[in-house]
């Protein structure tokens, strides 16, 4: 095999969309490593710095990353906080160290790491560390198998989960509100869905944060844009709960052939005593094991504990970097451990009524 990587502005992804688009599809890649996420998610959120990287072995597209610098000498996968995993395809037949140990002496300038960040061991196994790469675990992450009708699934949920979900509806039935699941599709339809998703998180904690999906932000137009494009292929999906005429909970969701990946949720804070996430889930899970289409639900972050109500599978997505030289590695770790004698030496020799406060700090 004789791989050759080349180097483009990331600008050139548009020009290049046809031919990544293509590679996402042989490797069953996740809809949002598709262009239709990563152009608008460059747009919205790139610096100009970042970089496409093509990888061919006699002509043929085998793997292809969008890189971006991090500091002097560093670089690693263009990583937004809105983007799951990082921007880095491949086929599998060849393996990430050969791909990384390739590219890191193609990058501009003189790159001494590269970090393929939040990576998924389904599609980029995790290799082995050597004397010039290493991994870390990232995450764990959580998906729902479908395999069965839902009534069948339902029934090994948990009797908190189950129990909740019934008596909720039945409190709201008899209070005479009338519950009802909508399932946006059309484009037309995205930008007035995104500025009431931005009213449900408004009411909770993520407007102090400034984090709000809010139409004029990045973050608001980012999410426009990219379902726009999605549900004008007919794969994006908005879950829209309603109590009455009131939305109570929606949820931002893509999907690949056989993969629902549920992006974003959001609930109205003011409703959080009835669950309304709850029951939207419920009856939005119920509508996609009812098609027959969908295999997986992807949840793509951090494992809470309400994720663990509706599945018990998780699995860990991982960081990997190459260094230039095999020397690099050992410096970091000698480094690494003279650091954690230091602090060993300060918790073990220093009297409780002369510990510094940044430690007990850090022991909160």
Not at 30 to 55: D, I, N, V, W
Not at 62 to 75: E, G, N, Q, S, V
Request: charged share 25%.
């Amino acid at each position: 095999m004789t791989i050759t990587w080349e180097i483009r502005p990331g600008s050139a992804l548009e020009a290049a969309a046809q031919e990544w688009d293509t590679l996402c599809a042989d490797i069953g890649a996740m809809p949002f490593l598709e262009t239709r996420f990563l152009l608008p998610l460059l747009k919205h959120f790139g610096s100009g710095k970042e970089q496409l990287c093509l990888a061919r072995d006699k002509g043929v597209l085998i793997a292809a990353a969008l890189l971006a610098p991090t500091a002097w000498a560093r670089w690693e996968t263009f990583q937004p906080s809105q983007l799951p995993l990082g921007p880095w395809i491949q086929q599998q037949s060849v393996s990430l160290e050969t791909l990384l140990g390739g590219l890191i002496q193609r990058l501009p300038g003189f790159a001494l790491t590269l970090g393929a960040t939040q990576l998924d061991p389904i599609f980029t196994p995790q290799p082995e560390d050597s004397r010039q790469l290493n991994s870390i675990p990232y995450i764990d992450t959580a998906w729902v198998d479908i395999a069965e009708p839902f009534d069948a699934y339902w029934s090994r949920r948990g009797k908190n989960l189950r129990t909740n979900v019934r008596k909720q509806r039945t409190k709201l039935e008899e209070d005479g509100t009338v519950l009802t699941l909508d399932i946006l599709t059309d484009r037309g339809s995205v930008e007035a869905a995104i500025r009431e998703y931005g009213r449900l998180e408004a009411t909770g904690w993520k407007a102090e944060a400034g984090t709000a999906v809010t139409l004029g932000t990045p973050q608001g137009d980012f999410y426009r844009d990219m379902l726009e494009a999605f549900c004008e292929q007919g794969r994006g999906e908005i879950w829209r709960y309603r109590f009455g005429d009131a939305v109570v909970a929606m949820d931002l969701s893509i999907r690949s052939p056989d993969t629902l990946v549920v992006l974003k949720t959001a609930f109205d804070a003011a409703q959080k005593a009835v669950s309304p996430a709850t029951l939207l889930h419920h009856d939005a899970f119920r509508s996609v094991f009812e098609r027959g289409t969908i295999r997986r639900i992807e949840f793509y972050g951090r494992v809470m504990e309400w994720h663990t109500r509706w599945t018990e599978s998780q699995r860990t997505l991982y960081h990997t970097t190459r260094w230039r030289w095999s020397a690099l590695v050992h410096a970091k770790q000698l480094l690494a451990g003279i650091s954690r004698s230091r602090q060993t030496t300060t918790s073990t020799s220093v009297p409780n009524h002369e510990v510094p406060l940044s430690t007990n700090a850090d022991a909160r």
